[in-house]
């Protein structure tokens, strides 16, 4: 076991060439044999905290992974972003452990009948953080902002259906008809479909209209972006600054709803794959992810004084089809790079007994997966070269295959993340084998974004977010939401109509008939599905991370372990 140990520190401080990397995890045979439980695992020996973790009395440290800086919930386009904003902004309705709905902000909501009409009562008493009321016109304000004909933010407020949006929107409505302020914490929000999601769309964070909407006009959204930088939150921690490339810092809201949280200040520290369990071990972060796999566990295990958390995400990770390359529309194409590319070994070498290969845009956890029936496109080179052949794409003499005098040539876009460290060399030998030349280019993650925006490439590499319903799992696919100019009609119907009933039992089976025909027409290759490893000093007490609330959760519950 020493060897593998030593190895480990080698990996774990130092970035090794992708290959040398997947060379370097397959043969960590030995520690294969064991895998932690999913919950919580003590530490065993608290006094091991490091001393520079015992000099912080009252202030938390958390690891972040290359923030961009916009923080406002609804107009960041960086995941980490939305992890900022999470720390300053509380939701109306938020979700339990178990995804359930909980009041944050609101203290009840209640549904009509025929599921088309949501009252949301505030609880008393609440202000932002400089103190001004939080008030039931805000949450108009903000439902309002949403259906802005300038709004490009990440939020799609459409499959709320709120009756009057489509109509501002488009400029023949003054304001939004089904927003009907009752008092100052009563808000009677009326749509005109019912939808699995709205709940959720309609009781995200709160913004205040006093600060953001002061210079506001419907299709002007300058002013409110001039505040990204400075925002006004209501949730556990003040935002105080944020150095690019270091840190964010925080301070505790004293008039936050459930009191100021135990810990004076907050930080996220920046780290990466490269540096994070170093920072870590020295007691200069006291909570950070780590890539859910055995050898991880373990060295986390000697340090003695991390308290492990293992649980299962909800997220998957995929490569993206830029379906505006000629050769990409073709689903035989698709086809053939998912069966050309072995994802188990993938898997195996990144995990190691804690992922599963994803045959659907889904967590296994989630009631909506299917357990049967899915085509679990399994390795098969043979299949693979059938498909391409019958497309037209036939070997060269240089062994690359050529069509209409042009070769397959698929540019591929990664960040430095361990997963795309193995997929490179990977997907480069096992492509290769089937004529294909890969093209890797390793950017940061804003980067990748904005390539990716533009159009600038074949295959990228992505990961969702947390999906707290099946629908954010197949959002991207809808055609008028595409960034990549996937277009299915029948997808767009099946997702629409499962979205439209709040009946799981009659969701299923929709969603079921969904990953059949995307599984057809695939507009991404799926790789898998993880757990999620993540380890908190023992200096601290409280964190209780889960797939649904992260870290962010747990902060008001944070505190100095006695």
């Known amino acids: 076991m020493s060897g593998i140990k030593n190895k480990l520190n080698k990996l774990l401080r130092y970035r090794l060439t992708p290959l040398a990397l997947v060379c370097a995890l397959g043969l960590s045979t030995a520690a294969q044999a064991e895998t932690l439980a999913e919950g919580i695992t003590p530490a065993s020996d608290a006094a091991r905290v490091p001393a520079a973790a015992k000099l912080r009395k009252d202030t938390v440290v958390a690891g972040i992974s290359e923030p961009q ?12 972003d939305e992890n900022v904003t999470d720390v300053i902004f509380s939701r109306l309705i938020g979700l339990d452990s178990q995804g359930k709905p909980e009041g944050r902000l609101a203290e009840s909501w209640q549904v009509s009948p025929d599921n088309l009409t949501y009252t949301i009562k505030l609880r008393p008493n609440l202000v932002y953080s400089d103190g001004s009321p939080l008030k039931a016109d805000d949450i108009a304000f903000t439902l309002t902002l949403l259906h802005d004909p300038a709004y490009d933010g990440d939020t799609d407020i459409t499959p709320a259906h709120i009756q009057g949006g ?16 009752i008092d100052d914490r009563t808000i009677q929000i009326v749509t005109t479909q019912p939808g699995a999601t709205t709940l959720q769309l309609i009781g995200g964070p709160v913004l205040s209209r006093a600060y953001y909407g002061k210079d506001y006009q419907r299709g002007k959204l300058d002013g409110v972006r001039a505040l990204n930088g400075k925002p006004l939150g209501n949730g556990p921690y003040i935002y105080d600054k944020y150095v690019p490339g270091q840190e964010i810092r925080f301070h505790a809201n004293p008039n936050f709803y459930l009191g100021p949280p135990p810990m004076a200040r907050f930080i996220y520290r920046v780290t990466n794959p490269a540096t994070n369990f170093q920072l870590f071990q020295t007691g200069e972060t006291d909570y950070d992810a780590f890539t859910a796999k ?4 373990e060295q ?11 649980y299962s995400s909800s997220d998957y990770s995929r490569v993206d089809f830029n379906l505006r390359r000629p050769a990409l529309q073709d689903k035989r194409v698709r086809q053939a790079l998912i069966y050309g590319l072995d994802r188990q070994k993938l898997i195996a070498v990144v995990y190691q007994g804690y992922g599963k290969v994803a045959n659907q845009p889904i967590s296994p956890i989630s009631w909506a997966y299917d357990a049967n029936g899915i085509n679990p496109y399994a390795y098969d080179l043979d299949k693979a070269k059938k498909l391409l052949d019958e497309a037209g794409w036939q070997v060269g003499a240089d062994g690359i295959r050529q069509k209409d005098g042009k070769k397959l040539e698929l540019t591929l876009l990664v960040t430095k993340k361990l997963i795309n460290d193995a997929l490179v060399p ?17 950017l940061d993650f804003n980067a990748l974004l904005a390539q990716r925006k533009a159009g600038n490439y074949d295959l990228a590499s992505l990961s969702t977010s947390t999906l707290n319903d099946p629908h954010d799992g197949v959002r991207d ?20 109509k499962a979205n439209a009933t709040l009946d799981i039992a009659q969701r299923k089976p929709l969603y079921h008939q969904l990953y059949q025909v995307l599984a057809d027409d695939p507009p991404v290759i799926l790789l898998g599905n993880r757990e999620i490893l993540s380890a908190s000093s023992a ?6 991370p889960d797939i649904y609330n992260g870290l962010v959760g747990s902060l008001p519950n944070v505190k100095p372990a006695p």
């Open 69 to 80: 800086g916009i923080f406002n919930p609804y107009l960041f386009t960086n995941g980490w």
């Open 166 to 181: 489509a109509e501002y929107k488009n400029g023949t409505a003054a304001g939004i008809s089904g927003l009907k302020v």
């Open 294 to 297: 055995p050898d991880d566990i």
């Open 300 to 310: 986390l295990k000697l340090l003695g004084f991390a308290n492990i958390n293992l």
């Open 426 to 442: 990977i997907a480069k030998d096992n492509y290769r084998r089937l004529g294909v030349v890969l093209k890797p280019q390793v």
């Open 477 to 496: 696919f809808i055609s008028r939401e595409s960034e990549t100019g996937y277009h299915n009609p029948q997808v767009d119907a099946l997702i629409a």
């Open 539 to 544: 200096r601290v007490t409280g964190f209780k």
